[in-house]
């Protein structure tokens, strides 16, 4: 499976998911409801699975405080990952300015 492919298929499930839960909002009350409620719980923890494998297909950092894990997001102005969860920082690794890989 490639990025895209995982891509068009998360995205597909989370509108999927919104028109379920829109769906379930206008059921009554009751065990039914309840039982829709648990399957579509189900559903997002299953695509938030299959955003986290794409966060590191894409060679995205991601955080362990939480499974399926987070996707530790880059701060511009922090010039570091902070995971949206917890808050934790991870540095960017120092790059060594003695090498120069784009050079021939
Ligand atoms: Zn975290």
Redesign the pocket.
Known sequence: MNYLDIKGWVDAAKDTISLLTAAKNALPKGEHRDDVEEKLHQAEESIKRADARLAKELGLKL????FPP?V?LWRETEQTHV?P????RRNKPIVSRGVNYHQR
């Open positions: 955080c362990d405080c939480e987070n530790m995971c969860h917890c808050g934790r």
